[in-house]
């Protein structure tokens, strides 16, 4: 009798004395996020809204962010078009509020590409995307995923010998990348494995993984 009343006050305090947000993973991955921020720029933004890009900074080794971290500059950055307005515009996902503009844009995005190859190739990329969208039936990657692949092809490598890096990746159409692409309907990640002198840039397209710049 008594390890049931210890047990009765130990879920009633989990249920009456927890705020639902404890009760909540906060820790999400790139595509988690995704429906609500398009749905929200679709009502505040333009009606014709589509996913662009997706930037996430410093993203862990599992590919999630945590919302919850206030203390961390880590977050998923959703770039959208419209093509009706041919403009941009900016969401970050946030914890028990939903999605809202973010400050950060494409010139912010590439302040933080240090690896000047990479910095070139999405500058590049950049210059297009206020008219190429990803295509919602597209198939991809989630950052889990995508992060995976990178830790394989070179990443778990350059983090052992690169003490305090971090990652940053990019979700792109494909065809913003390569011209030559024959199927567009298709979105590649970029991750940049970074510290402070050296730098590993991967090319994600399907199970396919290039480096577009090492050093």
Excluded: H
Aim: hydrophobic share 45%; aromatic share 10%; net charge negative.
């Amino acid at each position: 009798m008594k390890i049931l009343l210890i047990t009765f006050v130990i879920l009633s305090f989990c249920f009456f004395g927890c705020d639902e947000e404890d009760l909540i993973d906060s820790k999400i991955t790139a595509k988690e996020k995704l429906n609500e921020v398009i749905l929200k720029a679709q009502t505040d933004f333009a009606a014709d809204a589509q996913l662009s890009a997706i930037y996430g900074r410093e993203v862990g080794t599992t590919g999630e962010i945590d919302l919850a971290n206030t203390s961390s500059v880590s977050g998923f950055v959703y770039v959208v078009q419209s093509d009706q307005l041919q403009s941009n515009e900016f969401y970050i996902p946030v914890f028990g509020a939903g999605p809202v503009k973010s400050p950060i844009n494409f010139s912010t995005m590439l302040s933080f590409i240090k690896d000047t190859t990479a910095s070139d190739v999405m500058g590049s990329v950049f210059n297009r995307l206020a008219t190429v969208a990803i295509d919602p039936n597209a198939a991809y990657d989630d950052s889990p995923q995508a992060i995976s692949k990178a830790l394989t092809a070179g990443g778990s490598a350059f983090l052992s010998q690169n003490t305090g890096s971090k990652i940053d990746m990019f979700l792109v159409p494909g065809k913003s990348i390569d011209t030559t692409l024959a199927v567009s309907n298709t979105a590649d990640w970029i991750v940049n494995f970074y510290s402070s002198a050296s730098s590993l840039v991967l090319w994600i397209r399907g199970d396919n993984v290039t480096i577009i710049s090492g050093n």
